[in-house]
Each structure stands twice: as structure tokens, then as C-alpha cells.
């Protein structure tokens, strides 16, 4: 796909992840036997300015039993599913590959499985990310956070100056919006209000929901700097809170799509089965960001 449209692309495997020190995206694929991966690709059109250079990140969990905390095993069959914020980022590099918008884009995927075994880290472990934060993990199923905060603090050295993740990343999400509407957090009120504009542009149902100080609390870690779950009250605001925490001071959105990234039921505007949301998203709104020349 890469060759086919002129992006770069880099796959860096278990050793270098390791050598980058990622400790919170190796700490999940320690316990597969199915090597762990780090798709970048990058797309640089030489028409484009400086800035802002995009970071997509997304969740790419090949198989997510839950680890050690595994899940019930009713409806287990759905986690192959879990590799959609992955694939969603890799789909909106094939687009505008074809469309090249004048603007820097990276995209960052995180691939792996959750796998419970003899290897696998477990509840209690305290682990080092690349950013230097340590996360006391209380839970092995909230697992997608884990590698996205490793994601983003690559997609930050790698140069991205605005990032936003997606990710099938809590069942909370869907509990308060259901099936229907993708969950929207970040602390830049002004990026936020672009990609949700962007959305009502094409017709992808998205929410906002709150990223308040207050909720922080909820994920402190007496032993850590941070818990790997607030609990089960706000679970997905909590959830993207601690991804946010990866982004700091960078504009970042974040999006769970674990309600939207599967329909059961044929739609005029969605196909049953997988949506592809939230791709025509964010191809319009990088399509967007930086003005074509006349």
C-alpha cells in the first residue's frame, strides 16, 4: 500500500520497540508468542508547510483476551476487532495518499495481542513508559492504553505538532453512547471543535464528553504516577484522560470507537459489519488543515 502511493513506511519489531524503550506497549506484547509490531508510515508532500506535521495514532490490538484479568469468554470472538483504531489510521493514510493534501501526516500503529501466559505481565506489575511515566497496572484488559501512550510519545519525537488517537478503547464509552456515537475528548477545546466539525461534514455521529480536573483523581496511584484504570464509574473519560496524559501540552483529540467500529445492522448511510469510522473524518479534516495553493 505504501509503495502503491508514495508513503514511507517503517515496521519496527520487538527488538527495537525494546531498544526505544517502550516499556508500556511491551509490557502488553510480552505475553503473546505473536511478535509485537510498530507500523509507521508517514506521508510528505514537498508543497507542504512546516507546520502542523498530524500524528495519527491507533490502537492496534490484533486479539484482546484481556490478559491475566481475561475477559468472559461470551462474545470474546468480537476482540479480533480490536485493531480497528489501527486500521483506521492506516486507511486514512491510503486516502490521502490519493488525495495529497498539502499538510505533514504520521501515523503510529501499535500492533500486538493481549495474551495471557507464563510471560505475560500481570496485576501489581509497576512498568516504565518511554515518556519516564511509571503506570501501576490494576488491570491487564485496559491493556489499549497502554500502547497508545508509547504511540504517542513516538509520534511527538517523530515531529507531530497535533495528534489524535482512536481506539476501541473501553465498553464505558458505549454504555454512555451506545452503538450510535464515537466518544470525543481532549484538553484543546479548539481541536476538538475542528474534528467535530469535520464529522458533521460528512456525517459521522460524534460527542463530546468531559475531560474535567476533578477525574484525575480517579486514576492516582499511590506507588506510580498513574493507575492503569480509574474504576468502573467514568471509565471512558478516565481512560482518555490517561492517554492524555502521553500527549501533554501537544493539541491532541482522542476517539473511542468501540461502539461505532461495528454495526449490526445495514443502514442507509453504513454497511452491517465494520464501518470504517472514523476515516472519513479525519481524511476531511486533514484535507482541510492547510489551504490548496490557487
Keep these: 500500500m505504501a509503495d502503491q502511493y508514495s508513503l514511507d513506511c517503517q515496521v519496527l519489531g520487538a527488538e527495537e520497540i ?58 470474546m470472538h468480537e476482540m479480533k476487532t480490536d485493531m480497528a483504531g489501527g486500521a483506521t489510521m492506516i486507511g486514512v493514510m491510503r ?15 501499535p500492533a500486538t495481542e493481549n495474551m495471557p501466559s507464563g510471560k505475560a505481565f500481570k496485576p501489581g506489575d509497576v512498568i516504565t513508559s518511554m515518556s519516564g511515566k511509571t503506570i501501576e497496572i490494576l488491570n491487564t484488559d485496559a491493556e489499549g492504553r497502554l500502547v497508545l501512550a508509547d504511540a504517542l510519545t513516538y509520534a511527538k519525537q517523530q515531529g507531530a505538532t497535533v495528534l489524535i488517537d482512536a481506539a476501541t478503547l473501553t465498553g464505558a464509552v458505549t454504555v454512555a453512547l451506545g452503538n450510535i456515537s464515537t466518544g470525543v475528548f481532549g484538553w484543546n477545546k479548539e481541536w476538538v471543535k475542528r474534528v467535530l466539525e ?20 480517579l486514576y492516582k496511584s499511590m506507588i506510580a504516577d498513574l493507575a492503569n484504570t480509574g474504576g ?27 461502539g461505532t467500529r461495528w454495526s449490526n445492522e445495514e443502514k442507509p ?26
Excluded: C
Design 198 to 217: 469535520s464529522a458533521a461534514a460528512v456525517g459521522e455521529k460524534m460527542w463530546e464528553l468531559p475531560v474535567d480536573e476533578d477525574y484525575r483523581d
Design 95 to 109: 486516502a490521502i495518499g490519493q488525495l495529497k493534501p498539502r499538510v505533514r501526516v504520521i501515523a503510529v500503529v
Design 232 to 258: 468502573r464509574y467514568g471509565g471512558a473519560i478516565t481512560a482518555a484522560m490517561f492517554v492524555g496524559e502521553f500527549a501533554g501540552d501537544t493539541p491532541w483529540v482522542h476517539l473511542d470507537i468501540a
Design 18 to 75: 525494546r531498544g526505544l524503550k517502550m516499556g508500556a506497549f511491551w509490557s502488553v506484547a510480552q505475553g503473546s508468542d505473536e511478535p509485537p509490531k510498530l507500523i509507521v508510515l508517514r506521508y510528505t508532500p514537498a508543497d507542504a508547510p512546516d507546520s502542523p506535521v498530524v500524528g495519527l495514532v491507533g490502537k492496534g490490538i490484533t486479539f484482546d483476551t484481556g490478559g491475566i484479568s481475561i475477559k468472559p469468554a461470551t462474545d
Design 269 to 294: 448511510y453504513l454497511a452491517k459489519g465494520p464501518t470504517g469510522h472514523p476515516v472519513r473524518t479525519l481524511v476531511h479534516l486533514i484535507e482541510n488543515l492547510v489551504p490548496n495553493e490557487k
